[in-house]
């Protein structure tokens, strides 16, 4: 069995993945591979991959099986990912978990953490969400980098995300019950699926999910 620490995130957009795998990643010098970094990078970027996908990610609908596989492959064969990686929104449907399985083998996840939140929470946290163009750093409205625009981290400039909008929210949501949610009783069936409140703060979330990691004899 692979001794790499390989841990996916699962949760509705706006549950904290981003935040908490970066977290972990922090902790425990994993690779984060973002599906969705990737894409909005290959899309700022103006590559012919972000010409494909810019208007699926703008509907709020999943990119093909196929691109987003072939994507995490690539990423998890990269140095920083030796030690093990975070999976923060893939995969995304059953299809994707399967091929994740073979690309890290048998015993190659060590464990799923579902951020659990409510649809009327998540509304909220993405109408007030703001991030930097640059550097990914997620904003609350009324913090001093998204009143000015410009991102206290880097100098980026802080905006809406084009996928923040009502519409795709809605869509997103729908898309996260037809598709995403069927992947807990995936992980259930493998005993691999943990499940943390994403309606507590920041650290306490962290905390709830180094518990786990520890209650499994991860760390
Ligand atoms: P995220 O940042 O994870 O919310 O992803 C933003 C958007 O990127 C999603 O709404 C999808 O359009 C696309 N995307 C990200 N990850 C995946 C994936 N694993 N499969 C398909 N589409 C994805």
């Not at 995130?9 to 935040?19: D, F, I, P, R, Y």
């Not at 894409?39 to 703008?58: F, H, M, N, Y």
Request: charged content about 25%; aromatic content about 4%.
């Amino acid at each position: 069995m692979s001794s790499q620490l390989n841990l996916v995130v699962l949760g509705k957009q706006g549950a904290g993945k981003g935040t908490q795998s970066d977290l972990l990643c922090q902790r425990y010098e994993l690779a984060h591979v973002s599906t969705g970094d990737i894409l909005r990078a290959a899309i700022a970027q103006d590559t012919p991959l972000g010409r494909e996908v810019k208007s699926i990610l703008d509907a709020g609908e999943l990119v093909s099986d196929d691109v987003v596989n072939s994507l995490v492959e690539v990423r998890l064969r990269e140095p920083d990912a030796a030690r093990g990686a975070v999976l923060d929104g893939f995969p995304r449907n059953t299809e994707q978990a399967e091929a994740l399985e073979r690309i890290v083998g048998v015993g190659g996840i060590k464990l799923c953490i579902y951020i659990d939140l409510a649809n009327e929470i998540v509304i909220e946290r993405l109408s007030s969400r703001r991030v930097c163009q640059v550097c990914g750093t997620v904003y609350k409205l009324t913090d001093a980098s998204a009143v000015s625009g410009t991102c206290e981290k880097c100098g980026g400039t802080v905006v809406q995300r084009s996928d923040d909008t009502p519409e795709a929210i809605a869509k997103r949501l729908e898309t996260f019950e037809r598709e995403t949610r069927p992947l807990l009783s995936f992980y259930e069936s493998r005993d691999l699926l943990v499940t943390v409140d994403g309606d507590q703060a920041v650290d306490t979330v962290a905390r709830d999910i180094d518990a786990q990691l520890l209650e499994r004899g991860l760390l």
